[in-house]
């Protein structure tokens, strides 16, 4: 079984940053793909960004180019979403997931591990 923890939400003011950080203990996978998804009041869940375990691979939604950066720190299970010029629209709840792929996904029902969520609060 595969745990992810969440941190680094919070408030922030539009035009500011965040970092989020995803804890991943347990069963470690040779090879596999972790993602950032959020959720807004209402609204469906949406597919933020992901990266390959090995290799460095990196995806973005449109809405979030240029402005994300997901990273990850093998030695210390880590992935990483910097968050800069954050909008009112980035608000919501920020979820980490992971799978057992080397390959990157999109979909959200491809990642069978997720985190538990964190509040980002964007004030306009």
């Known amino acids: 079984q595969v745990q992810l923890v969440e941190s680094g939400g919070g408030l922030v003011q539009a035009g500011g940053s965040l970092r989020l950080s995803c804890a991943v203990s347990?069963?470690?996978?040779?090879?596999?793909?972790m993602a950032w998804f959020r959720q807004a009041p209402g609204k469906e869940s949406e597919f933020v960004a992901a990266?390959?375990?090995?290799?460095?691979?990196?995806y973005y939604a449109d809405s979030v180019k240029g402005r994300f950066t997901i990273s990850r720190d093998n030695a210390k299970n880590t992935v990483y979403l910097q968050m800069n010029s954050l909008k009112f629209e980035d608000t919501a709840v920020y979820y980490c997931?992971?799978?057992?792929?080397?390959?990157?996904?999109?979909?959200?029902?491809?990642?069978?591990?997720w985190g538990q969520g964190t509040q980002v609060t964007v004030s306009s």
């Open positions: 997931a992971a799978r057992g792929s080397a390959v990157i996904f999109t979909a959200r029902g491809l990642y069978p591990y």
């Open positions: 347990g069963r470690t996978f040779s090879n596999y793909a």
């Open positions: 990266i390959a375990w090995t290799g460095g691979s990196t």
